[in-house]
Nanobody
């Protein structure tokens, strides 16, 4: 069983930064793609960024150049560095372990609120 626990969310002013962390239990973290998703009120959950086991990355167009995804396999931890935050980045952010291109396991989510 895989458990994912996010941390690092909070309230920040527009233009500020936050760093999210996702700590994973279980022994399959290092061999699988991981991703950060977000869901704003009234909107569908969307993929923000993903990172493969080999650390290849991809980003949603809306966050390119502002967010950076990374992972530390030795610590079973994934990160999302978010810079130049905008009010439209406000959402609950979830980490997920992705199997066969499908998010299989989810964390409980962490709220990010960006004030204007």
């Amino acid at each position: 069983q895989v458990q994912l626990v996010e941390s690092g969310g909070g309230l920040v002013q527009a233009g500020g930064s936050l760093r999210l962390s996702c700590a994973a239990s279980g022994n399959i973290f290092s061999i699988n793609t991981m991703g950060w998703y977000r869901q704003a009120p009234g909107k569908q959950r969307e993929l923000v960024a993903a990172i493969s086991s080999g650390s290849s990355t991809n980003y949603a167009d809306s966050v390119k150049g502002r967010f950076t995804i990374s992972r530390d396999n030795a610590k079973n931890t994934m990160y999302l560095q978010m810079n130049s935050l905008k009010p439209e980045d406000t959402a609950v952010y979830y980490c997920a372990l992705i199997l066969n291109d499908i998010p299989k396991y989810w964390g409980q989510g962490t709220q990010v609120t960006v004030s204007s």
